[in-house]
């Protein structure tokens, strides 16, 4: 391969994830009562296609109509027959949607509009709207398990803006659950357009899935991704194995076996493991195919283990085995190319970070689909990826984010969104 030109293969690939400009312009417009998962939803559907390349945004109507009418707004404000009411909020719902027009004018790609719409009448405005500058598709979350419809109640009123300056917690629930009767007057089911509907999907219960003139690459993608969503709390634990001959030699890649340290911290490991999941039975060890993952792994017992080859650390293509020092001092156009740009650059037969992600995509929905713990052991260039991903990381970060050895990072997913803990090991 030429010098430098693994940044410009890069590049190719990059293309091939965003795809053709004219296709780009996509409004993923949520429909749903309050209360019912749709602000979760949104969120981690915008993260997962950042996370893809995607240049996609979260405009959430709510705060358009407490930047223009305050917080202080009670339930009357949402009756169906308030006339004023429902003009006040429209009209915040067309600020929201000129915003993401213009954005989309300005290159971006992907919107994800965030707000009840639960009128056939709301909808059509927005059609039109956006009729000849985006393709709309309605997403439609229901939940009917009144379980899930308490909890994301309860949370609501802890976290919304709407009741921040209300210190009396039943008034205010009392308030919300006025609002809800308002919404459920006036709702009316998506059967308009093209729309994924999510029944009770976010519960334990068997849900389902509705789709409706769902057609191309991005929204195939984003009914895959979004059957295999739930709210089931979890965590995901992510470690580095532990030093390998390679690291203590500053080389890259390879299949090297662990040092004595890389030892210690497979048997500190075991024990962190089995304490921190001694009750969790389901969980599982995801290993990559490399001999220093699988031997970090060995002393983890009473878990099933899963090798993913998808797992295995970037390929460093003819530089495999390699220090940097070495690549500088006999490929320095490569060595140069890389600093540049580490993650649109791709070594020479081997890959990008980019390329990384595009093969850790099946990782993730699978990871999202898991209802129990999942032990993760791979690499830096993989875990990099793959923590961006949980905490919407902008892609170019990717190849910097610090991943240290002989730590584990604590991903903690549910309802109230993802949260971080770090246990430094050795």
Not at 86 to 91: G, P, Q, S, T, V
Not at 199 to 204: A, F, G, R, W, Y
Not at 361 to 389: D, G, K, N, T
Request: hydrophobic share 40%.
């Amino acid at each position: 391969m030429p010098s430098a030109a693994g940044a410009g293969a890069a590049g190719a690939v990059a293309d091939r994830l965003l795809g053709p400009k004219e296709r780009r312009r996509l409004a993923i417009v949520l429909v749903g009562l309050p209360a019912r998962g749709k602000t979760f939803t949104a969120a981690k559907l915008t993260r997962y296609l950042r996370w893809l390349g995607h240049d996609t945004k979260h405009f959430n109507v709510g705060k358009y109509r407490r930047l223009k009418h305050g917080c202080t707004q009670n339930a009357d404000f949402f009756r169906s027959d308030n006339q004023e009411g429902i003009d006040a909020r429209n009209e915040v719902a067309a600020l929201a949607m000129d915003d993401m027009l213009s954005w989309m004018d300005e290159g971006g790609q992907v919107g994800v509009f965030d707000a009840t719409n639960s009128t056939k009448l709301r909808r059509k405005m927005l059609l039109t709207m956006a009729e000849g500058k985006c393709q709309v598709i309605f997403l439609e979350t229901i939940c009917k398990d009144p379980a899930v419809i308490d909890q994301n109640i309860r949370l609501k009123i802890r976290k919304s803006p709407d009741y921040a300056d209300q210190p009396d917690y039943e008034a205010a629930l009392a308030d919300f659950k006025a609002r809800l009767v308002h919404y459920s007057k006036a709702y009316e089911p998506v059967d308009e357009g093209s729309y994924i509907k999510m029944i009770d999907m976010v519960s334990e219960q068997d849900g389902q899935m509705q789709v409706n003139n769902i057609s191309g690459y991005l929204p195939g993608r984003i009914v895959f991704f979004l059957v295999n969503t739930h709210l089931t709390p979890r965590p995901i634990l992510l470690t580095r194995h532990g030093e390998s001959m390679f690291n203590l030699n500053g080389r890259i890649g390879g299949d090297p076996e662990l040092s004595a340290t890389g030892d210690i911290y497979a048997t500190k490991l075991a024990s962190f493991v089995h304490k921190r999941l001694k009750s969790q039975h389901s969980a599982s060890i995801w290993t990559s195919t490399l001999r220093r993952t699988i031997l970090t792994a060995t002393h983890i017992t009473g878990f099933p283990k899963v090798q993913w080859r998808a797992l295995d650390e970037i390929d460093a293509g003819i530089c495999d085995g390699m220090t940097y020092e070495e690549i500088k001092e006999t490929m320095p156009d490569e060595y140069q190319s890389r600093k540049l740009d580490k993650l649109r650059y791709r070594y020479p037969r081997g890959e990008s970070y980019l390329d990384v992600i595009q093969r850790l995509e099946p990782v993730i929905v699978e990871l999202e689909r898991q209802r129990s713990p999942v032990v993760v052991v791979a690499h830096q260039a993989i875990l990099r990826s793959l923590y961006a991903y949980f905490t919407d990381k902008p892609l170019d970060e990717i190849p910097h984010i610090e991943m240290p050895l002989h730590t584990i990072i604590e991903i903690q997913m549910g309802v109230a969104g993802v949260q971080e803990k770090r246990y430094k090991l050795l």
